[in-house]
């Protein structure tokens, strides 16, 4: 491995620390409900009304949390699918 890729990969292995850091920071604040927490825990994993059933939660509730988080940078999107940036964050660290 060249002396540039390994600053490549040390740069990449920075970002995604303080890209964790960071998301971890918007869930601890932003997760402040179960139902909330259960639904960025299920994203990703499921259809939305399959969602809205386990969370007790609207699919218009469910939509408008998921543009919000979108907005805050704590999901991605993937076409019409919003998914979790690292699939082992929950917000409880």
Known sequence: MSDQEKKLDRLIELTEALLRTRISELLDKELNDSKKRKLYELTGRRKIRELSKLTDLSTGAISGFWQRW????????????????????????
């Open 70 to 93: 979108h907005s805050m940078g704590i999901l991605k999107k993937q076409g019409k699918l919003y998914s979790k940036f690292f699939e082992e964050e929950t917000g409880s660290g």
